[in-house]
């Protein structure tokens, strides 16, 4: 079963997007935001990370640069998942190393087409 | 629905757009033809096809017609056919058409856009593979409302999320408030019509490949019959077919034949061997 892991500060779209995900057969693991999802990483790699933008203590794409320099940390499929929906956020996210993204709100089918993009399933 | 209502309804989509109207889909028609009867001042659907049978509207019979199409379509939907257009198709035609003579695809079931611009798109990816090959795409579709929307090229957040890579997103369209709008390059090579599959293809001229998917789904054995044949006669003897995952030629034409291990890809048939066959 591949892992995921899911960053986000909101409890609500944490279980959410687990749902969808744990349907799809994925193995969840949860961080609350950027510091709690690097600490996770440097424990395990998962194999895809869904992650959002905006969150305390550190965002997502200073997790996600950070990420991208640690050992073993090009090998995670990147999502963001965030309300940032600007052509300016976007090409910030894949210049930091991001695979796919996806604009809020999400639903089970526009997950499953974004993981499928980035090959996931 | 009252019976006689439901009847008067399926003959006229049979003979306006070919298009069956069967029992178990008459759900739909609430959702589809009330915002119809709403605008016409009456109470329901059942009043409206009550009134449509007291006179001949045509404007009004073409409004319901268009209205029962399903225009359901994303971006590079199902993929497979177009991993095959990139690995089988653009190879064929660079290999065996005259440098300088343009190819041209028809996209007979264009919808909203989505599958003309995902061509365009991968036309522009490959251009090295095509080695200065120009590609002309013909995109039709029965319903003005989708052909105008396909025009215009503009789409919601929702839609450019079903199948679009985000690198193609960033690639080939801009951000217009809280639309996304397809780069007007892309369509340089694209031309919108709207056009019945149960006209002459005549004044269409002739096509290298046939994108005609999920459409033959809506027309009874007969029309889907009579539609391959005629795409058949449009097609460059070497031409590729492309029809949607729960549609095949199969029992229908002698005309096409399925590529092996191919899902959903067919090419003409040879005359030889079809006269065996």
């Known amino acids: 079963m591949k892992q995921c892991l899911v960053v986000d500060d909101s409890r609500v779209i944490r279980k959410v997007a687990r749902r969808i995900l744990e349907d799809m057969e994925f193995n969840c693991a949860e961080a609350e935001d950027g510091a709690q999802a690097l600490s996770q990483c440097q424990k395990t790699m998962p194999d895809a990370i869904l992650l959002d933008w905006n969150m305390p203590v550190m965002n997502g794409i200073d997790f996600l640069k950070a990420l991208r320099r640690e050992s073993g940390g090009d090998q995670p499929v990147v999502v963001f998942c965030t309300t940032e929906n600007d052509m300016g956020h976007i090409t910030e996210a894949l210049r930091a190393g991001a695979n796919e993204y996806i604009m809020k709100p999400f639903d089970s089918e526009i997950l499953n087409a974004k993981f499928s993009e980035a090959g996931l399933v | ?277």
């Open chain 2, 1 to 277: 629905m009252q019976t006689e209502n439901f009847q008067f309804l399926a003959d006229l989509l049979m003979k306006k757009s070919g298009h069956l109207l069967a029992p178990e889909k008459g759900y739909l028609l609430d959702s589809r033809l009330g915002p119809i009867a709403r605008k016409e001042g009456v109470d329901s659907v059942d009043e409206l096809v009550r009134s449509m049978r007291t006179r001949n509207d045509e404007r009004l019979n073409w409004a319901i017609t268009e209205a029962m199409t399903t225009n359901e379509t994303f971006f590079f939907r199902d993929r497979t056919p177009f991993d095959l257009f990139k690995a089988e198709v653009i190879p064929h035609l660079v290999e065996n058409r005259r440098p300088g003579v343009k190819a041209r695809i028809w996209c007979a079931a264009a919808s909203a856009g989505q599958e003309p611009y995902s061509l365009a798109m991968i036309l522009r990816e490959e251009r090295t593979a095509l080695r200065g090959m120009q590609m002309d795409i013909l995109a039709s579709d029965i319903s003005e409302k989708v052909i105008e929307k396909a025009k215009a090229g503009i789409y919601s957040q929702f839609e450019v999320q079903r199948g679009l890579p985000v690198q193609l997103l960033v690639k080939y369209f801009q951000k217009d408030g809280d639309m996304w709008k397809v780069d007007p390059s892309l369509r340089q090579n694209i031309a919108f019509r709207t056009f019945n599959l149960l006209e002459s293809f005549r004044t269409l001229g002739t096509f290298d490949v046939v994108f005609c998917r999920n459409v033959l789904i809506y027309f009874n054995q007969e029309t889907k019959r009579d539609i391959l044949n005629r795409i058949a006669e449009r097609m460059a003897p070497d031409g590729f077919l492309f029809l949607g995952a729960a549609e095949t030629v199969l029992g229908l034409s002698d005309a096409f034949e399925p590529v092996a291990g191919k899902r959903g890809l067919y090419r003409r048939k040879q005359m030889a061997q079809a006269k065996v066959a």
